[in-house]
């Protein structure tokens, strides 16, 4: 009989589930190099729920259902995916319908209302997930897209080596940009329709780039950074955790 129940518990198979993804997320995490609170700020997930996940504490994290959002999120950031291994977590859902005689052992519940509840529940956290796969699908789809020509306008996130330029006042018909990253930021720098630089700038980091028409910054924290165009006073590129794309032109 006991081993009968240990099959059936629901919260057993979710925390040897939980440690076996967690592992497999900290791996991946710790060959890449990024920082947990990166990912937090990056994904909106509180700090102490990815905590939990990659040490397998269940106790520290929300209902099952929500457990399961947080890892598929967790791991699309990760470049692993999110979909399917977020299906190895069980939500426990089904395991109460195999329980024998549960209106008489807790005669004072209803039933329908809550499998109402749990129904409405699983219905919002769907729309979410799928509302966050297509926006993360548009965002691959247009970094793959050459880099759009903007108007000029006011500044409002482990990479190939970046070749720094002086600097010195511009040349005449150049354009040059002085960018300061005051948090860790992705970064993509085009310079006359050459990608320069495309990766991560950690916290303090500056760096300098000159073009003879047109330069192209996008970031993927633009709160994060600062930019002075032609030695001029640096402006923040746009807002925290927001993606912003600025061309700037070269004087002619």
Not at 67 to 87: P, T
Not at 167 to 192: H, L
């Amino acid at each position: 009989m006991f081993l009968i129940q240990s099959k059936l518990d629901p919260r057993t198979r979710q925390r040897g589930k939980l440690a076996e993804i967690g592992a497999r997320l900290r791996e991946v995490r710790d060959s890449r190099g990024i920082s947990l609170d990166t990912i937090a700020r990056e994904t909106s997930i509180p700090l102490r729920f990815l905590e939990a996940i990659e040490a397998g504490d269940l106790d520290s994290l929300p209902e099952p259902v929500t457990v399961r959002w947080l890892i598929s999120r967790f791991a699309n950031y990760l470049s692993i995916d999110g979909e399917e291994i977020s299906r190895r977590f069980p939500t426990g859902e089904g395991f109460s319908r195999k329980l024998p005689k549960i209106p008489r052992l807790l005669p004072d519940i209803h039933i329908r209302p809550i499998h109402l509840y749990f129904l409405y529940l699983l219905l919002v956290i769907g729309s979410v997930q799928a509302v966050s796969r297509v926006l993360e699908k548009s965002a691959l789809q247009s970094n793959r897209l050459p880099p759009p020509s903007l108007p000029i306008e006011q500044a409002r996130t482990r990479s190939n080596p970046v070749r720094p330029v002086a600097t010195n006042a511009p040349a005449s018909g150049q354009v040059v940009v002085e960018i300061k990253a005051k948090e860790d930021c992705w970064i993509r720098v085009v310079a006359d329709g050459k990608t320069e630089f495309e990766g991560l700038l950690g916290r303090g980091t500056q760096r300098v780039w000159q073009a003879d028409k047109a330069l192209t910054v996008r970031a993927g924290n633009a709160g994060g950074v600062y930019i002075a165009v032609n030695n001029a006073d640096a402006k923040k590129l746009g807002e925290p955790g927001k993606v912003q794309e600025v061309t700037y032109t070269a004087n002619r």
